[in-house]
């Protein structure tokens, strides 16, 4: 099935580290590899050695740094082996003691110094052993302990025997590393590994019948090696699936089970630069995603200018969501959504903050409402994230068309509409003041009286439904008090939001008090920034007794600000006041309900009376040049009557 060439990415050279103890041969391996010859007499050190990129088949050449085992070279030993991406550790054949040296120093070492980089173990001297030795099951006890270890090998400088050879499975582990594909202790497919080829399997089955015709197999075979397969190497792939999988092959042509089976053949067999090839001829990375080649969304947007998918991605999605809701009960069940991104390296959403951003049925189970919010959300926060998995899960056009940048919020302002779907709210508050109880009601989960304080970010977005019949999309984001100076020390911190929400407990002044100061605090960096946007306060825990006091007074704030009157909630009584809705009419109308401090209203008063002052100025500027004019055409008149 291979043939042809192999691709290594893209990477421009390959690094590597010799390290070992004195006397084992370091030096002497790589100047016969360097030379293709043996040189009796070496430097301790050699400088770095380069082997050209024609060297080897990958066409990419290699540095080698020779090193010293000396205590005194210790910190520039770790300086190269951080730097390195593959270690070459030797111990010499005639010297038992160094063999042993690995595994009671050199492999901790590595570990202790953090090395990620594949090892290569290399026996050198191999010429000045006598005794017989099986070096597999010799090395097999020290290979399961550490896995780093990718192969071992036993070479002869002085007879130039597998000397090209330590090297070229030195690059060879940093080209097409085993790790990412292959579990050696379970010899099985990695899961990130079987999910990319099934994708790439899907979208080689052009007549989408499960299986791989002979067309196809040979439209593959062209993709990725550049050559075909004759008619007698496809009776020969099917016949080698057949014997040892009989499930592997059908009268359609070769399975998804045998497609998987024949790269596991391949990386057990030591070719595991064909599967390597086949992934990155798809456009896999080393950690087995799509390269950032196809994931660019370049289009620059300002700060105040957000993302979203445009009518054809989510029309897009409404046909996926069909198609693996098997039951149609308008339900994505918990493996039905995993069955929807097995073509993916994860499920985007297992994680904060989309793990419990969206309401879900008591099965776990994700509506079409909350399917399309968690798109939503992950537009927003991650539109690369967004184009990788539309293209996962087999959007097969421009992926980066399927986004969409909005208009910027100061336009939006000036013009006094917005033209955006999916509005991002952040929620202040007090500690203790409702903000959570907020985010779980857009949810519509359950009241809980359970406090837990919110110490990191936290998303709910759902689909509010407005009086007009128009859907938007309403992403709330609490804001945890200790967590407010922090977000404002940025600048351009506010120019996401589209509108913020102030909550305080309405049975507490002290609640409101706090409100209100976060409210002032935000409003001026607003102010500071142009990056204001409207707000609103919300007078949560209305089912408790609420002081006549407070509510003069937040009625006065509010007046003060220029910003509508509190909204009055009870989350326990499930009494929201339509409150969803009134914050999303308040984000479609951005030059509303903009607070303004009294300092921002000096400020504006103040730059009223200078622009007044130069326009007087300029005005009278005016009126003087045209009296001048017309004095000097009176004398001028005068000089000629005369």
Known sequence: MPGGGVTSGNRTSVRIAVIGDRGTGKSSLIAASAAESFRPEVPPVLPPTRLPSDYYPDNVPIVIIDTSSSLEYRGKLAEELKRADAVVLTYACDQPLTLNRLSTFWLHELRRLEIRAP??????????????????????????QFREIETCIECSAANMLQIQEVFYFAQKAVLH????????????????????????FILCDLDMDGALNDDE???????????PLQPAEVVGVKSVVREKLPEGVNELGLTLTGFLFLHALFIEKGRIETTWTVLRKFGYNDELKLGDDYLSFSKKRAPDQSVELTSEAVEFLKGIFSTFDDDKDGVLRENELEDLFSTAPESPWDEAPYKDAVDKTPLRGLSLSGFLSQWALMTLLDPAQTIANLIYVGLNCDAASGLHITRSRLLDKKKQQTERNVFQCFVFGPKKAGKSALLTSLLGRPFSENYTPTTSERYAVNIVQQHAGNKKTLILQEIPEDGVKKLLSKKESLAACDVAVFVYDSSSESSLNGAVELLSYVARQGEESGFGMPCLLIAAKNDLDTSSTSNRDSAKICVDMGIDAPIPVSVKERDINDVFSRIVNAAQQPHLNVPETDQGRSQKRYKKLVNNALMCLSVGAAATFVGLVAYRTYAARKNTSS
């Open 177 to 200: 590393p085993t790790a990412p594909l292959f579990d050696q202790e379970t010899q099985a497919l990695r899961p990130r590994c079987m999910r990319a080829l099934k994708r790439i």
């Open 119 to 144: 090892v290569i173990v290399a026996g050198c001297k191999l010429d000045r052993r006598d005794e017989e030795y099986n070096l597999s099951v010799e090395m097999m006890p020290l290979m399961q």
């Open 217 to 227: 197999l040979n439209e593959f075979q062209v993709k990725c090696f550049n050559s």
